[in-house]
């Protein structure tokens, strides 16, 4: 069964990362699955791409939440085929509507439901203005042009673990420099 391979090979790649996102939010139109909603009937049996469901499942068991942030015409299809999929239920918030904005309202949207810092995200998706657009409100985002496979899930998390860790050391830094310079103030007052 190829979900299980790549399910197992996810967990693995997923365990070599110290840390991991505590939210992975991805689109779905050309980044879960291969087509656009509103070119679909709801009576269609729509597909995933080959190493999502396993992908899903590998971040579910290791306790990873995962979301949904979809700008669509159409998102009843897309509930739809999430329900004929036997998705629905793995995401803690789906975003899935038409927006004449970038993509940052239904991460902001995600944000305010689930509390997750934006820094404490990881975002897929196929378009290279929502990429941009969300990394500069702080998550880590993954351009994928043939959908999300076991090869975006590893940079998706090197980069967000160097992201991390860069974040990390620049707030030691800071609270160096400032706690630094206002105990030498406090002893100039002495």
């Known amino acids: 069964m190829g979900d299980e391979r790549v399910k197992t090979e996810g967990m693995q790649i997923i ?4 840390v991991l ?6 689109d779905l139109d050309y980044t879960l699955w291969p087509f656009y909603c509103e070119c679909r009937s709801k009576h ?6 080959p190493h999502v469901e396993g992908i899903l499942y590998a971040l579910n ?8 942030a979809s700008r669509s015409p159409t998102p009843d299809i897309a509930n739809t085929f999430l329900d004929k999929l036997n998705i629905k239920s793995m995401f803690v918030a789906k975003e899935i509507f038409s927006s004449c904005t970038h993509k940052t309202e ?3 949207k995600i944000h305010l439901r689930t509390g997750v810092p934006f820094k404490s995200m990881l975002f897929f998706d196929d378009e290279k203005r929502n990429i941009q657009a969300v990394s500069k409100m702080g998550a880590t985002s993954i351009f ?3 959908g999300v496979n076991l090869g975006a899930l590893r940079q998706g998390l090197a980069e967000f ?3 991390w860790n860069t974040s990390e050391k620049n707030k030691l830094k800071w609270l160096k420099k ?7 103030s406090e002893e100039e007052q002495k």
């Open 15 to 18: 365990g070599m990362f110290q």
């Open 21 to 26: 996102p505590k939210l992975v939010v991805f």
């Open 44 to 49: 269609e049996m729509p597909s995933l791409y």
């Open 61 to 68: 068991d290791k306790g990873i939440d995962i979301a949904i």
């Open 106 to 108: 239904h991460i902001q």
């Open 144 to 146: 994928v042009e043939n």
């Open 161 to 163: 673990s160097e992201n």
């Open 178 to 184: 400032f706690c630094k310079s206002s105990n030498s």
